[in-house]
Every structure is written in C-alpha cells, then in structure tokens.
C-alpha cells in the first residue's frame, strides 16, 4: 500500500512534526510510505526519518533556489495544487485543516484521504463545506474527537488514535538526579515563566536540585531575562534543541510542563516513554488528557495562587522518592499505549475500513 503524509513542514521542531515521522518509520516496514513537506527550509529534517521513508517537498524554500513564480503564498497554492492533483497513492492524511480543505478539493477521488487533526480550526467554514468530501477524522483525544464530530454534524467518521513514540526501546530513567526537565518550543502558550517563577520557590528551599530547559523559540531571551532577575543563574539552565527529547528526560527525575493548552502532549508523552512523572496545570483541552492524576503524575489546578501550588507540588515529589518512582511506573503503563507499533496498527485498521481500493 502507498501512504502519503502530507504536513507543512517536515524540517521543523514540533510535537505533531515528531509524531507523524514516528508513524511513518513504523508504516515503512510495511508499505511504501512518503512523507510530503510543503515546505523545506533547511537541508535535513530537525528529527531523523527512518531510511524506508520517501521524503519530499512542494517548494523548496531554502536560501538561492530559483522559481518560475514570485516567492508568496500564490507560488505555494499552486505548486500544492499541481502536486496534489497528480498524486498517485493509495492514502493520503493532512496534517493541519488547510491541508485537509486542499486535500478534500484536489486530490484524486480514488485516493483515500484522512485529516490527522491535533486542534480547532482557525476557520470552520471551508472545514464544513470540504470535510464531507474525506474518509475519515482522526484526532488524538477524546476531547478532540467530540469536538470534530460536533464541527462536522456527524458527516465524517471521527476516530481516535494517539500520537506514535519513537520506536523502542525507550531510554529509562535511574530517578536519582536531582533535575527537573521541561521541553517545548520557547513560545508564549508553553508560558515557560509560570515554570521558572515556580522553580525560584523550589530553589530557595531545595537549592541542590536543578531545571533544565530543552528548546528555542521566541521567549527565549525574555525568559533568559526572567532568569537573572530571580537570581537562577545556577538553577535554570537552558539546554538548547535536541532530537532526542526523551533521551534527555532520563536523565531527569520530573518532569515539568506549564502549558496554557498542550494539545499535542508529545512532550508529556515522551517524558512518561522515558518513566518520568509528570508535573502539569490541569487546563482545559491540556495535560488531563494524557496523565491520569497520581497514577503517571500530578495535576495542579489553576487559578489563584497556582504558582505557589506548581511550587508545592514540586517540592513534595523532590521529598518523596517512593511516590516518584510509583508515578514513574504507571507512567510507562501509559506509554506503552504510545508506541509506535501499537499506533500504527490502529491506522492500519482504519485505513481498510475506510479505504476506496478495497
């Protein structure tokens, strides 16, 4: 079988980037899987895709390539428009609801098309008028799940299936360093600031334990800047990118995020693979999805004082090693739920159950 995953942009660092080249690793060991980048801004992709895995691109963005057509928004419809109106290919899943709306109108009818979806669409008018056209909805939650099927009247299957792990074995955490880690894009939903305002309470009481900060993005002098006010130099340290999220999470006891919104939840996701708890705000559509509350990790509600109750519950999984390797166990519970052979058997599922080729 031939799939096409088709995303904006494969050269990226996101969560729905790492999940979708995860599935595709697995897929390729079973069918001719390629992966469609919109855009390519950079030479290699920010996350390794396995050899089996065809990788192309739409239109090449890097820097002295040449184009027939003005550089823009016009340039890239059309370029898509030509590419998506000549795929062969017995699937194809859109990654975001604009690539799902263009699949919807161009893409061969013979070809089985599925929108992966991780949030709301911005715009739910083009979504209602071409959705109708596709197979089939998946989205990571259940939350997600009753929210597209309400967007779409019931026209579109919507199903359920979660992100992919990286293939394993995961790397696994000892549970004796004193670190806390956090990983994200540097961006304002992430609100790193709630984390590092939270942390400066736990330094001052617990001045031998350390956070680490994996990422880049637009906060990150702001937050740097947050740093020296508080006095962290010695306490926060920001590690810079990495490709190998999980692999540095074991090196971590906790594992901390502080996200407005963490639709994706690759991050807590991979820290529960590498059997680390979790610390997050319960907020809506958020970490609630993922962690099950003194079973892989904590919930802290938010509101008044949630930056002195982040702080507390820091604190308490420091001083109790038992409860933190308990959280630790029933994180790798949960993850093994996330694997990447386990999702992508999911997918195979519903891609016969809804495919035009049968």
Not at 22 to 44: D, M, W, Y
Not at 52 to 75: K, Y
Not at 116 to 124: I, K, L, N, Q, Y
Not at 345 to 353: D, N, S, T, Y
């Amino acid at each position: 079988m031939r799939i096409c995953l088709l995303t904006p942009s494969v050269y990226g660092m996101r969560g729905d980037v790492r999940s979708i080249v995860n599935l595709a690793g697995e897929l390729a060991k079973r069918h001719e899987v390629e992966i469609i980048s919109v855009r390519r801004h950079r030479e290699k992709p920010f996350f390794p895709v396995a050899s089996g895995v065809t990788l192309s691109w739409v239109v090449d963005a890097l820097p002295g390539v040449r184009h027939l057509l003005p550089r823009g928004q016009m340039r890239t419809e059309v370029a898509l428009w030509r590419r998506l109106r000549a795929l062969r290919a017995d699937v194809l899943v859109s990654t975001r609801p604009g690539l799902g709306v263009q699949a919807a109108r161009h893409v061969p009818r013979d070809v089985t098309r599925i929108a992966r979806e991780w949030g709301r669409p911005p715009v739910p008018g083009p979504i209602r008028k071409f959705y109708p056209r596709l197979d089939a909805v998946v989205t990571a939650t259940e939350t997600g799940r009753q929210e597209w099927d309400h967007l779409l009247d019931g026209n579109v299957p919507v199903s359920v299936i979660p992100d992919a792990l990286p293939a394993g074995p995961w790397p696994r955490s000892r549970m004796d360093n004193r670190i806390v880690a956090a990983g994200g894009r540097l961006v304002p939903g992430k609100a790193h600031e709630r984390l590092i305002r939270a942390f400066a309470v736990v330094a001052g009481k617990r001045p031998d334990w350390r956070l680490r900060l994996y990422g880049g993005g637009t906060e990150e002098k702001r937050l740097r800047a947050l740093v020296g006010d508080l006095d962290l130099h010695n306490h926060v340290y920001f590690m810079g990118t990495t490709s190998d999220l999980t692999g540095e999470f074991a090196k971590a006891s906790i594992v901390a995020t502080t996200s407005r919104a963490e639709v994706l939840g690759m991050t807590v996701i991979e820290a529960m693979a590498s059997g680390v708890p979790v610390i997050a705000f319960d907020s809506p559509r958020g970490p609630g999805e993922f962690v099950a509350d003194g079973r892989s990790g904590v919930l802290v509600a938010e509101g008044d004082g949630e930056i002195e109750a982040y702080a507390s519950a820091l604190l308490a999984l420091i001083d109790d090693e038992r409860r933190r390797r308990e959280l630790a166990a029933g994180a790798l519970e949960v993850a093994a739920g996330h694997g990447a052979s386990s999702v992508a058997e999911r997918w195979e599922k519903l891609i016969v159950a809804t495919s035009r080729r049968a």
